[in-house]
């Protein structure tokens, strides 16, 4: 937003905002000017006072936005080069004689914390320049700085609990269903299926109803179901309540997934066993009744 001012004939000043909004990347709000003409210097005194907090505003939004798009929700998006950035001048910097580590005994802002964030921040914005600016402004380090923390304090906590093992496995688990979810949406997009068909399938193309991925099975293990199984592989566990016709769909947009599949990709994923005697717990979802057991 800018404002431009003029005297009308009775020598009132008249000022007119723009409407190009706040945006940092459209504004361009100038330093209030001393001279401005008034009748009184009360009025030069609010007018300026009005210019003082617009420009102060275009300066936050620019200072938030540079090197990171600012979210709707208002939090500050970190790139993922920044937060890269910042682990590999923590791994540096936390090798020094004279380096206090983070403390997680106590919340981030904490004085202790703060000066160890302050110090990756300086080196940060030292080795990572542009026309002698550093690429992504203080806000977006700080807020790396933050998350970065975090999940040291996760990890820690997890090392002091003793479930660490849980954590990766629980990760692998969701990657495993993020990745099948994504295959079967491309998929879906190249089946010979007719629109009305790919329509009412891609309602249920969501992790709620997506069998359930268990933990991957090095070399010779024997899974639960009594069946010794080679190399690496992982067992689905089949969803209690759905339907025969969910079954299927899926099915065959796994065979579709497969049959643009690469030998070399064929192998590197391994097998897959369906533990039909170990059905998964999860609670059946409000949607189509045909992908319900229960419902037909």
Same mark, same amino acid.
């Given at each position: ?29 100038? !330093? ?11 009025? !030069? ?7 003082? !907090? ?41 090798? !020094? ?7 997680? #005994? ?19 914005? $030292? ?33 002091? $609990?003793?479930? #660490? ?72 566990? $089949? ?31 391994? $097998? ?13 979802? #409000? ?10």
């Amino acid at each position: 937003m800018s404002a431009n001012s003029s005297t009308s004939s009775s020598g009132m000043v008249t000022s007119t905002p723009s409407t190009s909004g706040l945006s940092s990347s459209t504004t361009n709000i100038s !330093r209030p000017n001393e001279s401005i003409i008034a009748t009184s210097s009360s009025d !030069r005194e609010v007018f300026g006072e009005i210019l003082n !907090r617009l420009w102060a505003v275009e300066n936050l939004l620019r200072d938030q936005t540079k090197g990171g798009r600012q979210p709707k929700s208002g939090r500050v998006n970190v790139p993922r080069e920044c937060s890269a950035a910042i682990r590999e001048v923590y791994s540096v910097v936390k090798e !020094r004689e004279d380096f206090t580590d983070w403390t997680f #005994t106590s919340s981030f802002q904490s004085e202790e914390n703060q000066k160890v964030a302050q110090e990756i921040i300086q080196e940060v914005q $030292k080795d990572y320049q542009d026309d002698g600016q550093c690429l992504w402004s203080r806000v977006v380090l700080k807020e790396s700085c933050k998350i970065y923390w975090r999940s040291l304090r996760d990890r820690n906590t997890r090392e002091r $609990k003793g479930t #660490t093992e849980q954590h990766r496995r629980r990760n692998k688990r969701n990657e495993l269903l993020n990745r099948k979810l994504q295959n079967r949406k491309r998929a879906l997009e190249s089946i010979s299926w007719s629109p009305r068909k790919k329509s009412k399938v891609e309602n249920i193309l969501t992790k709620d109803y997506m069998s359930s991925e268990e933990s991957e099975i090095e070399d010779t293990e024997t899974v639960d179901v009594g069946v010794s199984i080679g190399n690496k592989s992982r067992v689905v566990r $089949k969803l209690a309540w759905e339907s025969e016709k969910l079954c299927r769909y899926k099915e065959r947009l796994d065979c579709q997934h497969l049959s643009q599949c690469s030998q070399k990709q064929l192998r590197a994923m391994g $097998k897959v066993s369906r533990n039909d005697l170990s059905l998964s717990s999860r609670s059946c979802p #409000t949607g189509p009744k045909w992908a319900v057991k229960d419902r037909l």
